[in-house]
């Protein structure tokens, strides 16, 4: 009996994720580029990638003029340049509090079109409708924001 759960517990879904919250977005990034490759993207490490291919961790300056690095950068074969920003957050915690850096340092990425793409509930939804106000209204860039790895990988192949 000691190895049954008990009655009324949840049992975990089984596509939730352990692990710290790094190890949780490290895999889930490492699971987007996996699905890159499936549908056809090759890892480049060219300043400025080519045509159906990606840089993972390519650099750019944030809102406080220091060097980041997106999650990759993927020169699509219709859309051109895209730079990537995926995090994934499956229990509660700060990344909600990290939009507004997200949004802020993005709208410095050269590329006329950025996406971030989420995995996981574990943000807020205030902060998630806060993030798609300030990027449906933002002038000069085009944002793309996914809540799933699913909806951005449509908007790729369609």
């Given at each position: 009996?000691?190895?049954?759960?008990?009655?009324?517990?949840?049992?975990?879904?089984?596509?939730?994720?352990?692990?710290?919250?790094?190890?949780?977005?490290?895999?889930?990034?490492?699971?987007?580029?996996?699905?890159?490759?499936?549908?056809?993207?090759?890892?480049?490490?060219?300043?400025?990638?080519?045509?159906?291919?990606?840089?993972?961790?390519?650099?750019?300056?944030?809102?406080?003029?220091?060097?980041?690095?997106?999650?990759?950068?993927?020169?699509?074969?219709?859309?051109?340049?895209?730079?990537?920003?995926?995090?994934?957050?499956?229990?509660?915690?700060?990344?909600?509090?990290?939009?507004?850096?997200?949004?802020?340092?993005?709208?410095n990425a050269p590329e006329?079109?950025?996406?971030?793409?989420?995995?996981?509930?574990?943000?807020?939804?205030?902060?998630?409708?806060?993030?798609?106000?300030?990027?449906?209204?933002?002038?000069?860039?085009?944002?793309?924001?996914?809540?799933?790895?699913?909806?951005?990988?449509?908007?790729?192949?369609?």
């Amino acid at each position: 009996m000691d190895g049954q759960l008990p009655l009324f517990d949840e049992i975990p879904d089984k596509n939730e994720h352990t692990g710290s919250p790094q190890e949780s977005n490290r895999k889930f990034c490492t699971e987007l580029e996996e699905e890159l490759t499936l549908i056809g993207f090759a890892e480049c490490t060219d300043v400025q990638p080519q045509r159906q291919k990606y840089i993972k961790r390519a650099a750019y300056q944030d809102m406080y003029g220091s060097t980041r690095h997106s999650t990759f950068l993927i020169h699509h074969k219709t859309k051109g340049l895209l730079r990537i920003e995926a995090h994934r957050q499956v229990q509660s915690g700060s990344v909600d509090q990290k939009f507004p850096f997200f949004y802020e340092s993005l709208s410095n990425a050269p590329e006329e079109t950025v996406v971030i793409v989420f995995d996981g509930k574990g943000y807020k939804k205030e902060a998630y409708d806060w993030l798609l106000t300030q990027t449906e209204n933002h002038a000069g860039k085009t944002f793309k924001v996914f809540a799933s790895k699913e909806n951005f990988l449509s908007y790729l192949t369609n």
